[in-house]
């Protein structure tokens, strides 16, 4: 690995490196170039990708296809002012058409999936007004801006709730996480107690607008729900008039199997948000898909926000050539057979490691969650711990560098979670490199001798992954 400590010091000492405090602002690896599934340094050292960076990378690198539409936009049209229309936004469009969910037909354009819940939250309070809360969950991420932020349920909620730069009326349901029940009940004698809760709570809060959820958990999980979960939510959501809002920033873009996590349940929400894989991220990008009475409400109500960039050309262009790599990918039929072999050698490796305690996920989304004991199921690190302690998840993570991985690591999982273009041979190489990191963890388990938890495998067998 080059020592790039002087090369990057410009750029280091000059930029805010995101989340972190700004003199541990180093960034550990100058990436030269990036091909597939590999990251590349300067000295032309591989790294095997296996997050698609932040989830995101869903095509890989260097993919020819969307590099060259973004080209040709390039010389025909980079910019104009969004009061006009143009061949970009036709095409962006028609093919986001062809792969939302029924019923979703009107789309705001903005630049990120922060952006894209922002514009869903000023949409739910403007369409739903009187009624103005929303109901999120405990475990969650819906981004870096105060509507985000606020709505997020993880570690990071409490920067914007201490330094109140948050929003007002957000409320928190109890999650569906099989594996940590937050009723201490078991499925399916739970009766899915975590979504009946939220009707409750509708009835007993008042005034609720919405319930705004990720259908597969992204940074704080990868929590699947039991497969009753979501139609039950979106028929709670009709009983009592809320909207049902999904954020499919992360979870979107055939990361779960389908084009969207609530294709697996067939479940048509009210307001879909989308960013990331929209683009496979080779531009920036963010999405708020209405459909129904939301739709209808702005034929006669002024839509009263909007960005100098929304419906950029130069971005768009590169939707309708995602969305065209996408359907190759599904039709060649290695999303569905590298997932299962994906989800099969991390069920081994969690044979190899007792730190393992669940393993839990669907498609190319998986998490490995880290813990000390698989009969208490404690945890080496909890949330509070996040952002004020040294992780070991994050130790992890560190050592899968230097060995030729980027991994993501959460406080108490690792996101397995590769481009969808990654081969049999590519998952090899990776697992490989967990197999020798996890011991890490391992040195530090105490001995139980019981199998850990795959606390989705009975819900994702039923699906037509
Ligand atoms: C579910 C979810 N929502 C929103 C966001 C925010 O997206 P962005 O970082 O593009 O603003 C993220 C980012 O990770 C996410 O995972």
Request: proline residues 5%; negative net charge.
């Given at each position: ?23 541990d602002?180093?960034?550990?690896v ?56 143009h ?30 819940n ?65 009723f ?25 607008a919405a ?30 008039g ?7 920033v992360?979870?979107g ?26 683009t496979?991220?080779y531009t ?7 459909g ?58 969690q ?42 998840a ?55 001798g ?14 037509p992954?």
């Amino acid at each position: 690995m080059t020592d790039n400590k002087e090369m990057l010091k410009g750029f280091t000492d000059h930029s805010y490196g995101p989340w972190k405090k700004q003199k541990d602002w180093k960034a550990p690896v100058c990436v030269a170039k990036a091909e597939g599934v590999h990251l590349y340094d300067e000295d032309g050292k591989p790294y095997i990708d296996f997050s698609s960076q932040f989830m995101c990378s869903n095509l890989g690198h260097g993919n020819k296809a969307i590099i060259d539409a973004i080209h040709r936009q390039a010389d025909e049209l980079v910019y104009v002012a969004p009061v006009f229309a143009h061949k970009s936004g036709e095409r962006a469009t028609a093919a986001l058409m062809s792969v939302m969910p029924e019923g979703l037909n009107k789309f705001f354009f903005s630049t990120s999936g922060s952006l894209a819940n922002e514009s869903a939250v000023q949409i739910i309070r403007q369409c739903m007004s009187p009624s103005h809360k929303i109901i999120a969950r405990y475990h969650s991420y819906h981004g870096g801006t105060a509507s985000g932020m606020t709505l997020t349920g993880g570690p990071r909620h409490r920067f914007a709730e201490r330094d109140r730069y948050g929003i007002e009326g957000v409320i928190f349901a109890p999650d569906a996480y099989c594996y940590r029940c937050p009723f201490g009940q078991k499925y399916p004698e739970c009766n899915i107690r975590c979504a009946e809760y939220v009707d409750h709570m509708i009835k007993e809060e008042g005034n609720v607008a919405a319930v705004f959820i990720e259908p597969v958990v992204g940074t704080n999980g990868k929590q699947v729900p039991p497969p009753e979960y979501l139609p039950r939510l979106r028929q709670i959501c009709d009983e009592n008039g809320v909207l049902l809002v999904v954020d499919e920033v992360m979870s979107g873009w055939y990361r779960t199997g389908p084009a969207f996590a609530v294709d697996n349940w067939k479940v048509k929400p009210d307001i879909l948000t989308t960013a990331k894989g929209c683009t496979g991220s080779y531009t920036p990008v963010g999405i708020t898909a209405t459909g129904g009475k939301v739709t209808d409400y702005y034929e006669d109500n002024m839509i009263y926000f909007g960005f100098t960039y929304t419906m950029h050309p130069l971005m768009m262009a590169a939707i309708p050539a995602a969305i065209s790599e996408y359907s190759k990918l599904q039709a060649s039929g290695i999303l569905t057979r590298v997932s299962k072999y994906l989800q099969m050698r991390l069920y081994e490796l969690q044979e190899r490691h007792e730190c393992i305690g669940d393993v839990r996920g669907i498609g190319h989304f998986w998490a490995l969650e880290l813990v000390k004991n698989r009969k208490t199921r404690e945890l080496f690190n909890v949330k509070a711990d996040k952002f004020y302690k040294k992780l070991l998840a994050d130790r992890i993570a560190a050592e899968a560098l230097k060995k030729g991985m980027f991994i993501m690591s959460w406080y108490d999982h690792l996101t397995v979670a590769p481009p969808l273009i990654i081969t049999e041979e590519e998952v090899d190489e990776g697992i490989k490199i967990l197999d020798e990191v996890l011991e890490i963890a391992d040195k530090e388990v105490e001995h139980t001798g019981i199998p850990g938890s795959r606390s989705s495998e009975e819900f994702i067998k039923s699906l037509p992954l």
